[in-house]
Nanobody, 115 residues
Framework: QVQLVESGGGLVQPGGSLRLSCVVSGNIFSINVMGWYRQAPGKQRELVADLSSVGSRNYADSVKGRFTITRDNAKNTVYLQMNSLKPEDTAVYYC?????????WGQGTQVTVSS
């Protein structure tokens, strides 16, 4: 039905930057939400940021001012620009797509922030 392919994870030093990308293909409705969740060891999966097709954004308090979510509707791609990274940002990051309440997940990409 819907496929998500994400990329961009890796190892960075504190204060560094990464940009995650996720392309969505399949049965995409005009009203939808694209975004990113993350899950650290021993923690619940949490919303990092999302962006709806009508332009509304949500950010976790912990990433406000550091992360920026954008989407390219022509390419059905969502991006997460992560700046000023901290060790506590270390997690597996999952792209997600929600189509009228039905969600789909990417495979996850590891982000490690360490010196």
């Amino acid at each position: 039905q819907v496929q998500l392919v994400e990329s961009g994870g890796g190892l960075v030093q504190p204060g560094g930057s990464l940009r995650l990308s996720c392309v969505v293909s399949g049965n995409i409705f005009s009203i939808n939400v694209m975004g990113w969740y993350r899950q650290a060891p021993g923690k619940q999966r949490e919303l990092v940021a999302d962006l709806s097709s009508v332009g509304s954004r949500n950010y976790a308090d912990s990433v406000k001012g550091r992360f920026t979510i954008t989407r390219d509707n022509a390419k059905n791609t969502v991006y997460l620009q992560m700046n000023s990274l901290k060790p506590e940002d270390t997690a597996v990051y999952y792209c997600y797509f929600r189509n009228i309440g039905v969600g789909f997940w990417g495979q996850g990409t590891q982000v490690t922030v360490s010196s």
